[in-house]
Structures are given as structure tokens and as C-alpha cells.
T-cell receptor, first 112, second 116 residues
Framework: ELKVEQNPLFLSMQEGKNYTIYCNYS?????LYWYRQDPGKSLESLFV?????AVKQEGRLMASLDTKARLSTLHITAAVHDLSATYFC????????????FGTGTRLQVTL | DTEVTQTPKHLVMGMTNKKSLKCEQH?????MYWYKQKAKKPPELMFV???????INESVPSRFSPECPNSSLLNLHLHALQPEDSALYLC???????????????FGPGTRLTVL
């Protein structure tokens, strides 16, 4: 059974600081997704990572994938308050339709 | 049209009621999904429809009954629910019905369900 773990579960950081969220998964996959969820809202797609070594950047967020280590990272550069949300990674590894297994989620709080 | 819509936004129902959730997309996507999300937890997959056929049922109780009338619509029929079924129900769609290099899922806004 595929397991996806994220750490930390909760992250409080000051504006302007850098930090990294980690996503580990238990079985082989080369398709990993990052989503953002604001409180009471739906999930917004951030990044799609499809191969070993893939790196994607959007604004202050950068995601990478290491399929050999079964690890993805979401790096936050110079955090701003608007980045406060819960971030989920999700791994897709099935042969019929896409079945996403979500990580535990990381609740990010950026303080002034 | 690049979005997934869901109705209603909120639903309160008793344990003896029958209600339905509706999801619609007009992006030509061939797979549609239902997820259940409890507070402070990740979404949990319930059902997957691929090319309008049920391809995955994650051992969901029969009081939840999915239906895919056509490639753009997905319903979730609810009957005799329990209070523990209260949650945010999310619908999603993706372009491909089978595994592909990139089958990104796009989520609707969700229906917040409360069972009394």
C-alpha cells in the first residue's frame, strides 16, 4: 500500500524567511503533484512533476522530485503572508485511471 | 471553460433523507473523481469514473451511490447517511481516462455536507 508522508505537519515562519517542506512516499512513482488548499476552500494545483530530477518554479515556490530517493521538496523563498495555506503532495502510481494518494499535509502559517 | 463546478455548496440533511451532489466539467476530461475530506485531513478517494465507467470504488459504503450520466456530469447520491459522513465532498476531473505522463486532476469547490 502506498504511503505518503509530509513533514513538518505544521510550520510557522516569519515573512522573508526560507523553508522547505518534504514529501516522502513508499513505492516507486514518477508522477507527483503539489496542491494548495486555503481554509474551507478547494485544492489548487501548483506543480506537476513527472520525472526524476524535475524542478518547477512559480514565484516564491519551487518544487523538485527525486524518484530514486522517493522524495519531493517544496521550497519557499522569502515567505509572504499570502502563502499561508495547507500544502499537500500527492502521488499517482496506478495502471488504470489516476489514483492519487495524498500526503498528510503541511499547514503553513507566515507571520509578520 | 476551465473549471469544475459543484452544487450545492452546502447541504444539511437528516439520516433518513435522500439527496444528491452534482459535479460538472466542460473541459472534455475523460476521468472524474469523488473525494471525501474531513477537517484537517487530506482528501480520500471514493470513486473514479474513467470514460463514463466506474473504474475504482474504494470500498465505499453503499449509502453513497455514484452515477456518471455523461462525460461532463458526475453525481453522488446519498441515502441514510450517518453523522460521521459529514465532510467536504470534492469532485475532480482529469484529461485522460487511463494512466498517462501527466494526468493532473482539477478540483471543484466542494460541497460541505452536514448530517444531523
Amino acid at each position: 500500500e502506498l504511503k505518503v508522508e509530509q513533514n513538518p505537519l505544521f510550520l510557522s515562519m516569519q515573512e522573508g524567511k526560507n523553508y522547505t517542506i518534504y514529501c516522502n512516499y513508499s513505492t516507486t512513482s514518477d508522477r507527483l503533484y503539489w496542491y494548495r488548499q486555503d481554509p474551507g476552500k478547494s485544492l489548487e494545483s501548483l506543480f506537476v512533476l513527472l520525472s526524476n530530477g524535475a524542478v518547477k518554479q512559480e514565484g516564491r515556490l519551487m518544487a523538485s522530485l527525486d524518484t530514486k530517493a522517493r522524495l519531493s521538496t517544496l521550497h519557499i523563498t522569502a515567505a509572504v503572508h499570502d502563502l499561508s495555506a495547507t500544502y499537500f503532495c500527492a502521488v499517482d502510481n496506478t495502471g488504470t485511471a489516476s489514483k492519487l494518494t495524498f500526503g498528510t499535509g503541511t499547514r503553513l502559517q507566515v507571520t509578520l | 471553460d476551465t473549471e469544475v463546478t459543484q452544487t450545492p455548496k452546502h447541504l444539511v440533511m437528516g439520516m433518513t433523507n435522500k439527496k444528491s451532489l452534482k459535479c460538472e466539467q466542460h473541459m472534455g476530461h475523460r476521468a472524474m473523481y469523488w473525494y471525501k475530506q474531513k477537517a484537517k485531513k487530506p482528501p480520500e478517494l471514493m470513486f473514479v469514473y474513467s470514460y463514463e465507467k466506474l473504474s475504482i470504488n474504494e470500498s465505499v459504503p453503499s449509502r453513497f451511490s455514484p452515477e456518471c450520466p455523461n462525460s461532463s456530469l458526475l453525481n453522488l447520491h446519498l441515502h441514510a447517511l450517518q453523522p460521521e459522513d459529514s465532510a467536504l465532498y470534492l469532485c475532480a476531473s482529469s484529461r485522460y481516462g487511463t494512466i498517462s505522463p501527466a494526468n493532473e486532476q482539477f478540483f471543484g469547490p466542494g460541497t460541505r455536507l452536514t448530517v444531523l
